[in-house]
């Protein structure tokens, strides 16, 4: 415990700067939590996909506008995140063709 009156000041402040910081660090988790768990689920669809996105960028920009994690690791973060919607869309795009020939009648050849 500090015994001089501006570091007794400064732990308080310090101390309520971590809590916004940790309040800041669970909405990003959260969010990057509820994209993830979508992009997993077998029901998703692009539209609902990139809203989640939207919403983890924008918590991302909002913390590193107010402090708590470097806007360089919020443009980091959010690339990750674009490139691995992306390579989900391709997927699901590749599996919904794949599914398509499976189901459409084969043509027959003509000899």
């Known amino acids: 415990m500090p015994n001089i009156s ?5 732990l308080r402040s310090s101390k309520r700067k971590y809590q916004k910081n940790l309040i800041w660090k669970n909405k990003i988790k959260d969010s990057k939590k509820n994209l993830l768990n979508s992009l997993l689920s077998k029901g998703a669809k692009l539209e609902d ?3 989640q996105l939207n919403i983890v960028k ?4 909002k913390a590193s506008r107010f402090g708590p ?5 919020a443009a980091r973060l959010k690339s ?3 490139k691995r919607v ?11 063709k794949a599914k ?4 459409s009648p084969a043509k027959k050849s003509k000899n």
Do not use: P, Q, Y
């Not at 501006?6 to 400064?10: C, D, L, M, T």
């Not at 924008?58 to 920009?61: G, P, R």
């Not at 398509?100 to 189901?103: A, D, F, P, S």
């Open 100 to 103: 398509k020939n499976e189901l």
């Open 86 to 96: 992306l390579s989900w869309a391709k997927l699901t795009k590749n599996n919904l």
């Open 58 to 61: 924008k918590t991302l920009d």
């Open 49 to 51: 996909v990139t809203k």
């Open 80 to 82: 990750r995140l674009d």
């Open 6 to 10: 501006g570091s007794k000041k400064a």
């Open 69 to 73: 994690i470097h806007k360089n690791k």
